[in-house]
């Protein structure tokens, strides 16, 4: 039994003494709604977490390993957010926005090197986006998520086909997004991809290999269909999101 605890706790904040302290803190402000509670939270999660300024964080956000959330001036965090920043941490940059329900999750307890999730400015992460940052994912700036978009920088290692896939390994090579690129809802970024700047993901595209700067892709797996830059589209059909 006190293994068992032992281990929860540990993939829960980096000590037992910031576990009670960070359990406390959320404990004490994290239920409180309004703007009585953004308030609060503006500067009691000081205490536990890196806040660069005023931060606004919304009631029902879970957060573990606070000591490795960095948060920017104006960045924002809505309803039923989830950061799990152990060691490799997340940061989200000023004035950018995590909307209702989404999951950003490190969860590195292999010790990979480049494990973690960087935002940049003024980005915004769709209401139950998921962000898995085994790998590292790394966001610039301008960049918007569209609801449910999946961002997987990891992957599972199967070729033995004498050992159940679960107990092969893993791999995990990063996902990186540049700047100004928009990402449809319900796509899927997997591992070791790079979307470009200005780049566009379609709705439900399934993202498996590198997207060029100011290129529009769509489907399952995603394909090239527009170069913006030789092919731009007409400003009334631009979609707004």
């Not at 960087?118 to 980005?123: E, F, P, V, Y």
């Not at 809802?185 to 700067?213: F, H, K």
């Given at each position: 039994m006190a293994s068992q605890l032992n281990l929860y706790i540990s993939r829960q904040a980096?000590?037992?003494?910031?576990?009670?302290?960070?359990?406390?803190?959320?404990?004490?402000?994290?239920?409180?709604?309004?703007?009585?509670?953004?308030?609060?939270?503006?500067?009691?999660?000081?205490?536990?977490?890196?806040?660069?300024g005023i931060a606004a964080i919304e009631d029902g956000v879970r957060i573990r390993f606070a000591d490795n959330v960095a948060l920017g001036r104006g960045a924002y965090l809505d309803h039923g957010v989830?950061?799990?920043?152990c060691p490799g941490g997340?940061?989200?940059?000023?004035?950018?926005?995590?909307?209702?329900?989404?999951?950003?999750?490190?969860?590195?307890?292999?010790?990979?090197p480049h494990a973690g999730i960087?935002?940049?400015?003024?980005?915004l992460i769709g209401e139950a986006c998921i962000l898995r940052g085994q790998g590292g994912i790394t966001?610039?700036?301008?960049?918007?998520?569209a609801p449910m978009v999946q961002m997987l920088a990891v992957n599972h290692i199967?070729?033995?086909?004498?050992?159940?896939?679960?107990?092969q390994g893993i791999t995990c090579q990063g996902i990186t997004v540049a700047d100004g690129a928009w990402i449809g809802?319900?796509?899927?970024?997997?591992?070791?991809?790079?979307?470009?700047?200005?780049?566009?993901?379609?709705?439900?595209?399934?993202?498996?290999?590198?997207?060029?700067?100011y290129c529009v892709v769509i489907g399952n797996p995603a394909r090239v269909v527009r170069d913006l830059r030789s092919q731009p589209v007409a400003p009334a059909n631009v979609p707004v999101y």
């Open positions: 980096s000590s037992v003494g910031r576990y009670l302290w960070e359990q406390l803190v959320q404990w004490a402000c994290g239920w409180m709604p309004g703007i009585a509670g953004i308030g609060l939270r503006a500067f009691a999660y000081r205490l536990i977490m890196h806040m660069d989830y950061l799990h920043a997340i940061s989200i940059g000023a004035e950018s926005y995590v909307m209702k329900n989404a999951i950003l999750h490190v969860y590195n307890f292999r010790d990979l960087r935002i940049g400015a003024r980005s966001i610039g700036d301008d960049v918007f998520l199967y070729h033995d086909t004498a050992r159940p896939i679960s107990l809802g319900g796509a899927i970024i997997l591992d070791g991809v790079r979307i470009g700047r200005n780049a566009g993901v379609g709705a439900g595209a399934v993202v498996t290999r590198d997207v060029p700067d």
